[in-house]
């Protein structure tokens, strides 16, 4: 029965049935900081949204009015963000990688990636060793040295949201190494350690430098 009345209010009514969607991937999925800070939201805010697949929580930041730049290397998960894009005239989507250096890469896909009918666009990583993917399915992407777009900013970035399967430990050394976060107020972070052993011990070391650097507040490592 929930699935037909879902099916009526998506045809009947697609967009009441999307703001629906939306308000319910927020209270389920997204951390209570994170939320609270969203609600904060205005037309004067940069935010960015690093890993934003095909672009849920860019779309949440979009509709408080801020600006949005959003990430994403994954071509199918971008296809659809740009479609999320179209509807926002605050939304600059990107079809490039965060990282260190720019450069090309090779963005890895998940095992299952040409098995299955389910979207594993969000388990793409740039690190051939992260456990579910697969080193023989990926395609090549540009990657850009994230600590040198920041500073080429030169503004103030209200929120960063990062998910980017692994990557996250590298990229965040180099923008300490750069001195790249004078200038970033919020970085809501996925640390991926629980799935993927061999980032326990970096994922550890890089909390110690943050919280060495002054920078604790500024991170929320909550991001589901």
Not at 3 to 32: G, Q, Y
Not at 67 to 91: C, G, M
Not at 160 to 184: C, P, W
């Amino acid at each position: 029965m929930r699935f037909f009345i879902k099916l009526i209010l998506k045809r009947i009514f697609p967009e009441l049935f999307h703001s629906f969607k939306l308000n319910f991937f927020i209270s389920k999925n997204l951390p209570r900081e994170f939320v609270e800070h969203l609600n904060f939201l205005s037309k004067d805010h940069l935010v960015i949204d690093v890993g934003a697949n095909i672009g849920m929580v860019s779309e949440c930041l979009a509709k408080k009015g801020a600006k949005v730049i959003s990430f994403e290397p994954n071509s199918k998960a971008y296809n659809e963000l740009t479609k999320v894009a179209k509807k926002y005239n605050n939304i600059d989507a990107k079809n490039v990688a965060v990282g260190i250096k720019n450069r090309l890469v090779n963005l890895y896909m998940h095992k299952q990636s040409k098995l299955s009918t389910e979207d594993l666009t969000q388990a793409s990583s740039l690190l051939h060793e992260k456990p579910n993917i697969s080193t023989g399915i990926f395609e090549e992407v540009q990657e850009i040295d994230f600590a040198e777009y920041l500073k080429s900013l030169q503004r103030k970035v209200e929120l960063i949201k990062i998910d980017i399967e692994g990557y996250e430990i590298q990229l965040i050394n180099h923008l300490l190494d750069n001195d790249s976060l004078d200038n970033v107020k919020k970085i809501y972070l996925e640390t991926h350690e629980k799935k993927f052993i061999q980032l326990v011990e970096p994922t550890m070391k890089l909390k110690q430098r943050i919280k060495s650097k002054g920078f604790e507040e500024k991170f929320c490592y909550d991001w589901p």
